[in-house]
């Protein structure tokens, strides 16, 4: 109810701040019998991890995950999992001095209003550190999508600045530090990343997600539709401000003529609806965008207020990604999956007798 | 659970179809001794209305809202609330051609493989005659919370197609059948749409809703956050395919010196925000824009496939918006207002005794 | 969350008061394709109703159920199902008295001091009235739980006051205005509420449910265990003050070596656990009583207080049940009824692919 | 929505076997500026720790407490609390006979058939190991309702096999092994347990819980009534079969004329209601009882099946409490403290303004 969980069926509930004891997360609702060890979900914790390249910040932090319960002999026995990742570089030292003070950009000054109290301690709980639990979570709920029904969701950076990725190889996304799946691309996003770190500033990125191998009929009519819950969970990753589901904004100038996808006996002619009708899916790949915004964490001077109301100056001096849309990617893909999951087993719980569920359209399924 | 309810606190729960005998809902959690009657939620149940205008369906819906519980004596005692609105100019003979059919760009392909059966008239569950609920439940949302808190909820059409906005004033946004602030562009829209209809087609459009008088420290961290549930309300209206709150999309170019919001002893100096930090308001305005696709429904006529899965025309006979936007704006409104007064019940639930509830800026409360 | 809402997966959500326009309510997540009628939830509304033997109260209502939605063409859509009863024969003559009154045992009091209102014709919402309604949406559960599974749900009337029923023939149960499955003592029970009637006073009572064809497995570890819930829902019930499973109180005198129920190859060879382990369904039958309280309203003379704080007298002039623990039996199955269906819903979520559920004993699915 | 999480706006998600690494769960929803330490939830946790006496289970599991998060400075800051609780003596040797065969009266068949696998050892998630957690968690509500409201939540063992307290002094409760408020009956218990032992059987007991100063006006009409909210959580405590609140199945043979409680000038003239009218406490104290089942594992030598379904004896070695009821004191007032804290933040979300929330009757509040 105070917004720690995500999910209905298929929840994860988080807690923990950045410079805690330590993070972690109870997954409910997994189905028993799933193969799963930490070095699953180790996987996308080290895509997410900060310090891996010159580009992202360079704190270390191990994000070691520990799964405590829930799994017995190797495999989920469908009672709740235990995450935890403990906390160790924490050099508090770095952020006494915004104690006294609400950074610009940061939730420092709405935690402080709301609850009367913070943990000023590099951001608390409203740092990007509690993600790592997301994206552990969203580590089991790929695996079983992955494994039981061919599902993907493939993350990828698709502009960072004013650099676009033209073309999407997926196999090209997890072998460079960006995450941008257009080779031709690397080289401008490494001059100017250099250019900006040197500038002290930082950047706004757009991160996407596609969806393969999705079902048919996932989503619920009317509020907790498909679209309704990748966006809910897509504006709910720190630093995002817009969310597009197929073709999004662009659809404003369209005509119905044109944005309509003509449905063929060989399945759907195009995809302009990103693979969600009347917040069902289609069958097609589901696409989803999103906007970062730059951090604010940036060795540019600014100004600001003490939390007695006097202005002040404000330097941020700890390490900091100058993008943070670019360890957004592992992120926006656990959160989708999240969604996939929890949409999936909804279906099933009010659908499993249904007969009819071959799809009209060959291949759609 | 099978997403028919929207709230966690204060929540609305709906039901009905387009052609079927009524549409309605229930109210949960209203709080009591709100003055309530019928005519409050008339108002914007009538700006939603069909029929209003030429440039809107000339369908006749009277969307005469009744409410059948939960107010005594004339205000609310706290108890659920019964809305009824029955359905009247049903016209079924209009949609009898697409039972056999999936129209592109609807929900009729996605229903029947998500339930194994649809009820096709009129698109049944899926046709945006159900947000005619959402709009009655809205308009208690919106009394409360302006009588309360002086919060007002203000929507309006901010593109249509190529023409955009480009002056914001309220007062002038319901003076006119588009809801458009800006009273430069009002010529403009009307010769697109005349053209347009002749033309047989539709077209997109962009919505925006600003909300005054904002409490800081709504929002819940992590997953609920304030926006994310926006995103979530908005993505959920029907024809809705992207959303942005403050700065949106344009963040993914801007520098982190430019983006953050500088913190004055008399206020922010900026709002790239659109009122929100790390999900939690942050006493500002709250701005959401959204993208709405336009209408599926044409008479420009159209290829499709059987329930056979068979190729075979469509050709829409009905009366549709040829704008959908348009209409979008008190819905949007509504979605808006049940969000917040959801927030500001739960932040009332966990926060009611915090001491330093005063906001350090003045006049940000 | 204000309490309107029963089950997670298979929802109920009412409203209505006593005296209003109507009463009604919603069901959400039941599965598409089951034939339903208004005929089909009438039963057991004509069960429950009143004015249908002397021995209840002579108030007419006529509980005629109306299924706004989510039925097409004779069978469910997977939509949610509006349901409508009207309120008839109102009378608010009868209960003009108690506006100025809080009576003894009933929610008067609790009401107004809650919400500083009340809708006090009737009792408002806390009337049993409102349970209409949940017999209503049990019975859509009660159909597809004995359809798809077999899994019946026997209520009946095993004490009231001193007369206990010792043999349960549920062939007997509807056959008399008791509910009372033991034919025996039918003619003690019309004598006892013949002499209770003339003497102005109520009487309390014990239901039970038997619940047979019970698959394995249903009910969630550790909170929402499928007792638990039952104890929620029939605690629930208007007046009742206590809720047993399988032995119930009888259990603190028992030894271990004697209730432990042993499992042999042929099957559990007692039923002392009331047909739940740990909190999940044993195949066995499912046993729960209840104790429902006498009712307040009588017309033996007592004192109260008015809404001032000073003493009054209180005398109830209305039509009501000597024993409302008879007209409970209806409304105890539907309340069971909507704990499986829900629970049979929540468990294929999470099991569908469970390979195997083919129980060891044979039988016992 | 698979079970692990208790309560709405004040909720706890618990995960953990008893034989796994540790045992734990997440506080959402507290309110932030409670003075909170590891010594507060101790206490309890000590009280609720196995190897105290010598008529508890010989077992020594440390339950030492770690908050790992939404405590700062010494105060709760709003976000979620971490808890984790190690698991030390773990010795699984004692199980290692179990793994082929079901326990007769524990929960090794149901889970078995519900997920297809189960953690065998020491009962896994089905232990009662498990009711630490909620201890701990009920230790924060405890100090929150006592020291906003003065609200005190009072456990004690009202009945062992045939032994019944009949004083209830609460300063006697916890000066003795057994939870027992008589100290006339401390004697009998004595002797009753050390005959007990020696016989390797087990014996069921009675536990109750007294709220003092209880508000008026918690709990939600309909379903989430207060009493059918803790029949919820009474029933959810491993070995609980029945549940009262106030007379409980007393009611069954009581008039109308003696169960309806007169309010005077001076508050109730009685308390046969237990504090609850309508499902809304009352103001007065409220009680609540339940019944727990004797524990199975016995050394009584008995019968049972394997796994395969062959006929196999069942002898229990382990160490085991001979009268489960006796520990469950601090879990059955943990549990009520969970549900009036959820209900207290329930109520203030919906009625925060409510003007004559002063109660008519003086000191009822």
């Known amino acids: 109810m105070s917004g720690n969980t995500f999910g209905k069926i298929f929840s994860v509930t988080t807690f923990g701040e950045s410079h805690g004891i330590a993070i972690g997360g109870i997954i409910d609702g997994c189905p028993p019998g799933l193969a799963l060890t930490e070095a699953d979900l180790q996987i996308d914790l080290d895509r997410r991890k900060p310090g891996t390249s010159r580009y992202t910040t360079a704190r270390r932090e191990d994000d070691e995950v520990q799964i405590l319960s829930g799994v017995f002999d190797g495999v989920t026995t469908g009672t709740s999992i235990g995450l935890l990742i403990k906390n160790k570089d924490q050099r508090s030292q770095d952020y006494s001095k915004i104690a006294d003070r609400f950074r610009p950009g940061h939730a420092d000054y709405t935690y402080q209003q709301k609850y009367g109290t913070r943990d000023y301690r590099g951001g608390g709980r409203s740092s990007a550190r509690e993600t790592a639990v997301r994206v552990a979570a969203g580590g089991v709920a790929k695996k079983y999508l992955k494994q039981e029904f061919g599902i993907e969701v493939l993350g990828y950076l698709s502009q960072l600045g004013p650099i676009k990725a033209e073309t999407i190889d ?142 002040t100056d404000v330097i941020t001096k700890g390490r900091h990604d100058p993008c943070v849309g670019i360890r957004a990617v592992p992120i926006a893909e656990a959160m989708a999956a999240l969604v996939i999951m929890d949409h999936l087993l909804r279906h099933r719980a009010q659908n499993a007798n249904v007969q009819s569920s071959t799809p009209v359209i060959p291949g759609a399924i």
Chains 1, 2, 3, 4 share one sequence.
């Open 170 to 311: 997926h196999s090209v996304t997890n072998t460079n530090p960006f995450f941008c799946p257009d080779p031709d691309k690397l080289a401008a996003l490494d001059e100017y990343m250099r250019d900006l770190k040197k500038s002290g500033d930082s950047i706004g990125a757009k991160v996407s997600v596609q969806i393969t191998n999705m079902p048919v009929g996932l989503g619920e009519p009317v509020f907790d539709r498909l679209d309704a819950d990748l966006a809910h969970a897509m504006m709910g990753i720190n630093a995002v401000k817009g969310v597009e589901v197929g073709d999004g904004f662009s659809v404003i100038e369209q005509k119905g003529s044109e944005h309509r996808d003509t449905l063929t006996p060989e399945g759907f002619a195009s995809n302009h609806s990103g693979g969600v009708l009347g917040g069902i899916s289609t069958g097609q790949d589901v696409i989803v965008h999103m906007a970062l915004k730059p951090t604010s964490s940036i060795t540019v001077p600014g100004e600001t207020i003490t939390t007695e109301g006097k202005t």
